[in-house]
């Protein structure tokens, strides 16, 4: 259940992605598929994390792993929230009037967004075989995540840039849309820094 929950939460990100680029391309209907594609999934995590703690609860697990385990469910979940949010901010944006290079800004963000998701994935697989490559794909999580904090301060300068060409509550939805990006982002390495902690763990075992 905790393999889906990753499983899904990735999805969440490469929808914000797909939403974002269709927004850029103009198209409105694909976008909007994407968005709701993406709320099915959130949902679906939200139901995971509520079974997958009733069952560590039940279960003969030790409670380290139990521990362990609940953890990179909540900050999982806590990830796909704000990619939910980011794609709220997306929906509204779309009947909006904004400089295509801000899509495209967007879209370069939401990228790195997947690859940091992707890479996640693959650190926590990581923890039961190979702690050091865990460790070694978190380290690249915090490169991904600086990235995308240069991406954010970028966003905004451009929202400055732009501030006579669109109107008020387009530039603070705008900026809504930054700030949760950069929120996933922050999730994403949040997450990997206890998958970190987690290798040292199992490394000493």
């Not at 060409?165 to 900026?175: E, G, H, R, S």
């Amino acid at each position: 259940m905790a393999d889906r929950q990753m499983t899904l939460a990735i999805d969440t990100v490469v929808e914000l992605e797909k939403s974002i680029n269709a927004a850029l391309k103009g198209n409105k209907k694909e976008a909007l598929n994407s968005i709701g594609r993406l709320s099915t999934r959130e949902h679906e995590i939200d139901e995971l994390r509520r079974t997958v703690f009733e069952e560590l609860t039940r279960g003969s697990l030790p409670s380290k792993d139990r521990e362990d385990i609940m953890h990179l469910v909540k900050r999982l979940d806590e990830m796909a929230d704000h990619v939910k949010d980011a794609s709220r901010a997306v929906s509204v944006l779309l009947n909006a009037k904004i400089v295509e290079e801000m899509w495209q800004q967007f879209a370069d963000t939401s990228k790195d967004l997947v690859t940091c998701a992707v890479t996640l994935r693959q650190a926590i697989e990581k923890l039961g075989t190979n702690p050091a490559e865990a460790k070694e794909l978190a380290k690249q999580i915090d490169k991904i995540e600086n990235r995308v904090d240069e991406r954010y301060v970028e966003s905004n300068a451009m929202l400055l840039k732009y501030t006579d060409k669109m109107n008020t509550a387009t530039i603070l939805l705008l900026k809504d849309l930054i700030e949760e990006m950069e929120h996933v982002a922050d999730s994403c390495d949040d997450t990997a820094d206890y998958v970190r902690i987690l290798t040292v763990a199992r490394e000493t075992l």
